[in-house]
């Protein structure tokens, strides 16, 4: 089957050793198919280098050979980032082996963690420092730092602490051509020519392997206040969000909204699922106050705010988590939104952003657009509406046929994405390209800068051996 | 003397008009010159477009016919970023004409201002429409939006806002073709493919003409608290930083370290110069502290840190400013470092970074390291302990021939840049590359990352036109 040439496969194996390389169809099935199903890929071998060196001498030796390659983190892509086609000739290079944290410095609060660190890893090693690693999400006890920084995955926290570019100081790569780029800069300030780095962070594998990061970490917060809160309507969650940071501007780690068809599904499928209001309703929003300061009174605070909102008739109910297991049961509504909707039928997910302000009326009129194209579809919008991150999600209308609405699934996003597109926001918000979204790039990104990005990548994997077939048409 | 076929200026003419268009000398010269008078070019015009379109026009007519061009904004380079060479053949391109702030948004918390709009006119808008846009260094009174992205500008709050690039979030840009990239997007997630936008800040115009940025602002401070402290050495002063750090992770707005000598030369040759301290020693910090909260009890928290630190030997003495007057005088003594370094002679400047760890380390080593190249020599290290960038400019000996001193220039530079490579540093931390530095590009970033940076250059302007003879050798 595979059209690759025995004498390289020969010299990757003496490279490598029996750890290194997989070949067995058994042990590569893990690897050729995303946790979303919507791919299966076919490989001839799974490449595992142990090291930076074995990466790059790896690469250099595709590189001769004309062998196009795949990273691969915790293939935890949304949109089949990390698997290869179905051609069978391409490599998938699993960065999971390349696990070490190197060091890790409460006074400059840094770290340096290999690519294949599990994000969790990462927050456990700089909690145990007495640090905070902010970056969070629900894929973050798989998903890797070599993945969220070729992905620049954002998450619950972006609306305190920023993306994944964001957390990240300097790089490591293994260019296309197998030289190694150390970029693992601990410096705030450095401007020394072009920002290489957040070149490669984004690129989902495209112009080189991400190998290591420096990243940033923050202070442990001493006080933690989550509420969940049943709003009238959308924009009374905007105007929410809005009291809270007009009061403290650097308070709000969170700020979710949920409908309240999502949060029923939760109630419904999930097990020991609750919700601590009487009556979510139609609108429900998560907030999570945190500071540093032992005395920020972020309980008044949220009192306080809550009050303001119950008597302007914005909040209809609130409940406030009296203890780390109430606040985790609060977010677990939040979390399983994803596991819920799988429960109640097939879904069509959006992962789209618009400027902050204009969330309540995309999540508006998306939801009455996909109404109008499939009668009794359920929208399910949720998501980051501190950022302008909504996930607006499509649940089937009760009893239709799974497989009839998913055959729409390409309708319902091109009726949600004209709405982002009238609210001048983005096809893609967190998520990225992968393979799923690279044909809606010259409809979004065409024209001068899709140019440029083109240029780039021929400039820097002129042969196109990096993750083929992702990002760019 | 100028090699300019007369059809090109014959068209720009045509097209700017006579206020877009200076051709005689006397107008010439402010364009020519940077202002720390280390570079005098010489150029056939300064072209001053009016708009986007207008500039668009201008790079494709210059394109065509293969006419270098160099970007200018508020002229106030370190580095002789935005000055001409002594050739006569490359023209100016001022982008002062285009100046308008295009939208603000205090509910996004966004502004669209192009890129010949002073800093100091976006801080001014910002505050008119209740919020902050935080850049500030000494020269914003001059320089401008465009500018400060071209370089990455840092400052004095990047501790607490980032740098110029983190205060980004969408750019418009005339690239070398004259095509126009529109990507002035108001979105804080937008996974699309390669991050352009963070290519085009810090690429010094060597890459096109940043002409609008979208911008984000933040909550104005409601508290406010500032202080100076003579402090025990410079371990002490880092000692401190971390103390306000550990309390509030995000009240400390500003950490600026400055020498006894320089605070000296201050209170010498700055008219009505007052220091607030009965004996301010060899070790002198300013704190700048600030909340959006109104209750976030600063006061309170700087006395309780300058206290411990009192106890601890650390701090000798401090004065809190107990008026917005008497805020900004201590912030004077800083500002007027660069004037008060020029009254008492001639002196060298080293623009450089460290992890904020190796601040004392690095003040301590390079200081050493310049006495014994040069006895007599005076250290007048200051700026930005607490994102680790510290200007280690150095004062010639008393009674010394400033041009001899000048002379030495370069052994003096050499030897502060060796005590920062050691130390994991990087040699230009916030002033860029420009024409200063270019020299040092092949030393410090050679090999894999700067042949990358050369690819892009290459793939982007591939006729190498856009201000040559920056950042790259």
């Not at 020394?192 to 984004?202: E, I, K, N, S």
């Not at 609108?283 to 300061?293: E, F, G, P, W």
Request: contains cysteine; negative net charge.
């Amino acid at each position: 089957m595979p059209d690759i040439q025995p004498p390289l496969l020969d010299r990757l194996s003496a490279l490598l050793g029996p750890r290194g390389i997989l070949t067995d169809p058994a042990d590569l099935a893990p690897y050729l198919s995303d946790w979303r199903m919507l791919y299966t890929g076919r490989t001839p071998c799974v490449l595992r280098p142990g090291s930076t060196a074995e990466l790059a001498e790896v690469v250099k030796l595709c590189a001769a050979a004309g062998q196009p390659l795949v990273p691969q983190g915790g293939n935890t892509s949304m949109v089949g980032g990390a698997i290869p086609d179905e051609g069978g000739r391409q490599m998938v290079v699993s960065l999971a082996r390349l696990n070490r944290v190197r060091d890790i410095d409460p006074l400059d609060m840094t770290m340096t963690a290999e690519a294949g660190v599990v994000v969790k890893a990462a927050q456990d090693v700089a909690m145990e420092a007495g640090c905070l690693f902010p970056l969070s999400f629900g894929g973050e006890g798989t998903a890797t730092i070599g993945g969220v920084l070729s992905t620049n995955a954002g998450g619950n926290t972006t609306v305190r602490y920023g993306n994944a570019r964001e957390l990240m100081l300097g790089l490591e790569v293994v260019l296309p051509d197998g030289q190694v780029w150390n970029g693992l800069r601990r410096l705030r300030k450095d401007n020394t020519g072009y920002a290489l780095r957040h070149l490669f962070v984004g690129a989902e594998g495209t112009l080189g392997f991400i190998t290591a990061a420096v990243l940033r970490l923050f202070a442990r917060p001493r006080e933690n206040e989550v509420a969940l809160c049943a709003v009238r309507d959308e924009e009374a969650a905007l105007s929410l969000f809005r009291r809270f940071r007009d009061r403290d501007e650097t308070a709000v780690r969170a700020f979710e909204y949920m409908s309240g068809t999502g949060v029923g599904f939760y109630a419904r499928f999930i097990e020991g699922g609750q919700v601590p209001l009487a009556e979510p309703g139609d609108h429900v929003v998560l907030v999570d106050l945190a500071s540093s300061r032992p005395d920020a009174g972020l309980r008044a605070l949220m009192e306080a705010v809550l009050e303001e909102a119950l008597e302007a008739g914005e909040v209809l109910d609130a409940a406030i988590g009296e203890s780390e297991a109430q606040r985790a049961a609060i977010w677990r509504i939040r979390e399983e939104h994803p596991e819920a909707q799988k429960r109640e039928g097939a879904s069509v997910k959006n992962d789209v952003s618009v400027p902050v302000s204009k969330t309540p009326e995309l999540i508006r009129r998306a939801s009455e657009a996909c109404r109008r194209l499939i009668p009794g579809i359920r929208p399910v919008p949720f998501g980051h509406m501190g950022d302008g991150n909504i996930h607006m999600n499509l649940q089937q209308p009760p009893g239709m046929d799974p497989a009839a609405f998913l055959a729409r699934s390409h309708d319902i996003m091109e009726t949600v994405n004209a709405v982002v597109r009238d609210l001048g926001g983005s096809f893609s918000a967190e998520h990225g390209i992968g393979r799923l979204k690279t044909d809606m790039m010259e409809d979004w990104r065409g024209g001068a800068e899709l140019e440029v990005m083109q240029r780039i990548k021929a400039a820097i994997d002129p042969r196109g051996l990096m993750n083929p077939g992702k990002v760019l048409p």
